[in-house]
T-cell receptor
Framework: ETGVTQSPTHLIKTRGQQVTLRCSSQ?????VSWYQQALGQGPQFIFQ???????GRGNFPPRFSGLQFPNYSSELNVNALELDDSALYLC?????????????FGSGTQLSVL | GDSVTQMEGPVTLSEEAFLTINCTYT??????LFWYVQYPGEGLQLLLK?????DKGSNKGFEATYRKETTSFHLEKGSVQVSDSAVYFC???????????FGKGTRLSVIA
């Protein structure tokens, strides 16, 4: 059983650019959630995808968008990057959206915006 | 709104010392409560959980008891090891959904 993998592991962008982060969910999992973890903070929920549809969204602006593909892998896209977008972006997969369903996290993508 | 408050770190302990990391929560109803651990360079891993009041979650020598009266879920371990050095996050789901609300994390360093 493969774990959650994210790519790239590190990324440097400049303000105003766009970025795409990728996540492959654990085998058999149909739900992917994305989190932003700023330095010294806990992860903040961005959104969740269940069977290719957005299933919930946190307090993030529309320039944060996502996709989930038929194989349940997922992308996080951020447009018009701002300095405050610098953070570790975590992807988590799970076998459904039920309360308390165990989340399996990837190691994250460290994004630096200069 | 929903929130989780953890004790400020970093916490530095000698090997075999007793560990407590405090966590209190604000939520609608009585959600499941979780502790996640993040080892250096790795993603978060579920350490333990409790699903209802007075439940005790335990794993790898760590324990936490769901206290409804004090809205707390403090993490404890009787004898820490160097390998326990990591960042620990307390969390609970948003009302009715899987996505988690996390505390800011507490960094633990255990020295030999």
């Amino acid at each position: 059983e493969t774990g959650v993998t994210q790519s790239p592991t590190h990324l440097i962008k400049t303000r105003g650019q766009q970025v795409t982060l990728r996540c492959s969910s654990q085998s058999g999992h149909n739900t992917v959630s994305w989190y932003q973890q700023a330095l010294g903070q806990g992860p903040q929920f961005i959104f969740q995808y269940y069977r290719e549809e957005e299933n919930g969204r946190g307090n993030f602006p529309p320039r944060f968008s996502g996709l989930q593909f038929p194989n349940y892998s997922s992308e996080l896209n951020v447009n018009a990057l701002e300095l405050d977008d610098s953070a570790l972006y975590l992807c988590a997969s799970s076998l459904g959206v039920e309360i308390g369903e165990k989340l399996f996290f990837g190691s994250g993508t460290q994004l630096s915006v200069l | 709104g929903d929130s989780v408050t953890q004790m400020e770190g970093p916490v530095t302990l000698s090997e075999e010392a007793f560990l407590t990391i405090n966590c209190t929560y604000t939520a609608t109803g009585y959600p499941s409560l979780f502790w996640y651990v993040q080892y250096p360079g790795e993603g978060l891993q579920l350490l333990l959980k409790a699903t209802k009041a007075d439940d005790k979650g335990s794993n790898k020598g760590f324990e936490a008891t769901y206290r409804k009266e004090t809205t707390s879920f403090h993490l404890e371990k009787g004898s820490v090891q160097v390998s326990d050095s990591a960042v620990y996050f307390c969390a609970h789901p948003l009302s009715g959904n899987t996505p988690l609300v996390f505390g800011k994390g507490t960094r633990l360093s255990v020295i030999a």
